[in-house]
C-alpha cells in the first residue's frame, strides 16, 4: 500500500467511525449540551480535564466557549484544568499525578457547576478522582469516553452524562471527540442565542 492509499484509509476509517457514532450518541450529546445550557443559565461554570489529546479537547472546548465557537456572543464561562503548568506539576509534585484535577475541582468547582470529563480508555486516574471529587462537590458530569467507558462508566451518578464512542482505536475515538465537542459548543449556542441562520 502506497502512501496516499494509507491517507485516504485514515479518511474512510474516520468517517465511518463518525457515522456509527451519529447513530448511537445523538441523544446524548443533546442531553449533555441541555445540561451545560441549564448550568450556564444559572450562573453555573464548565470546568473539563483529560490527559494528552484529551488535554487538548478540553482546552479546546473552554476556548470556543470563552471567546467565541461560529458566531458573535457574549463570553461563557468556561475553564480547563489542563492550563496552569505551576499547579500542575506542584500538585503532582507534593502529592501524586492523580490528584492534579481532583484538588482543582475541589477549590474551584460551586454546586451547579458542571465537570467536562475526557478519556479515551474510561480509565484514567486522575480524571476517575476529578469525576469523585465533582461528586463531592454537587456538580454534574459529562463524561467523554470510548471503547467499554472504562472504570469511569461505573462510577457516574444517574444524573450525569456518558458519551461513550463506540471504537476501540483511540485516534478514532479522539476524532469523534473533537466532533462531538464542536457539537456541543453548537447546540450551546443556539439554545442560548437561538439561530444562526
Known sequence: MDLQDRIIQHFNASIDAK?????????YI??????????????GKILSCGNGG?????????????????????????????TDASTLTSIAN?????????????ALGHPGDILLAISTSGNSANVVR????????DMQVIALTGRDGGSIASILAADDCEIRVPHKITARIQEV???????LCDLIDHQLFGSNE
Do not use: G, W
Open 19 to 27: 457515522v456509527q457514532a451519529s447513530e448511537v450518541l445523538s441523544p
Open 30 to 43: 443533546e442531553l449533555a449540551s441541555q445540561m451545560m445550557v441549564q448550568a450556564l443559565v444559572n450562573d
Open 54 to 82: 484529551s488535554a487538548a479537547d478540553a482546552q479546546h472546548f473552554s476556548s470556543e466557549l470563552l471567546n467565541r465557537f461560529e458566531r458573535e456572543r457574549p463570553s461563557l464561562p468556561a475553564l480547563a484544568l489542563t
Open 94 to 106: 507534593d502529592y501524586d499525578y492523580s490528584e492534579v484535577f481532583s484538588k482543582q475541582i475541589l
Open 130 to 137: 476529578a469525576i469523585k471529587a465533582a461528586h463531592e462537590r
Open 177 to 183: 471527540h473533537l466532533l462531538v465537542i464542536h457539537c
